[in-house]
């Protein structure tokens, strides 16, 4: 179950460096970003992928800052799309049969289905 609704926390000092880590994260799978967020601070979203459980989750890299503005850091806080995502989507206003949404990604010439089918929930990333 996700605390407080997010499922991991990562703070990473302005070196990069992980200085707190609550639940499965994969720092060295968001090292870049984090590098990114240091050199031009802003909000940047982390597109979904597994966790170092195997569960699929999409998270949001933040600058840490000073009340004057100075740069302390970047903090990651990762969402279990299973626990939020997936049921938003799933969900429908009426009852149907045959009615579904999805979230895909096309990567190069295939479509890759982000949320799982209705019919093959397996099939996800």
Same mark, same amino acid.
């Given at each position: 179950?996700? #605390?407080?609704?997010?499922?991991?926390?990562?703070?990473?000092?302005?070196? =990069?460096?992980?200085? %707190? +880590?609550?639940?499965?994260?994969?720092?060295?799978?968001?090292?870049?970003? #984090?590098?990114? +967020?240091? &050199?031009?601070?802003?909000?940047?979203? #982390?597109?979904?992928?597994?966790?170092?459980?195997?569960?699929?989750?999409?998270?949001?890299?933040?600058?840490?800052?000073?009340?004057? =503005?100075?740069? %302390?850091?970047? &903090?990651?806080?990762?969402?279990?799309?299973?626990?939020? %995502?997936?049921?938003?989507?799933?969900?429908?206003?009426?009852?149907?049969?045959?009615?579904?949404?999805?979230?895909?990604?096309?990567?190069?010439?295939?479509?890759?289905?982000?949320?799982? %089918?209705?019919?093959?929930?397996? &099939?996800?990333?």
């Amino acid at each position: 179950m996700a #605390v407080r609704g997010w499922s991991a926390l990562a703070v990473f000092d302005t070196r =990069g460096e992980p200085i %707190l +880590v609550l639940g499965p994260t994969n720092n060295a799978a968001h090292a870049q970003a #984090v590098w990114d +967020v240091l &050199a031009h601070p802003r909000l940047l979203p #982390v597109d979904l992928h597994h966790n170092p459980d195997g569960r699929i989750e999409y998270g949001l890299l933040t600058p840490v800052t000073q009340p004057d =503005g100075r740069l %302390l850091g970047v &903090a990651y806080l990762s969402w279990l799309v299973e626990e939020t %995502l997936y049921p938003l989507i799933s969900a429908w206003p009426v009852p149907t049969e045959t009615a579904e949404t999805f979230i895909v990604r096309r990567e190069g010439e295939e479509l890759l289905y982000l949320t799982p %089918l209705r019919h093959e929930p397996a &099939a996800t990333l």
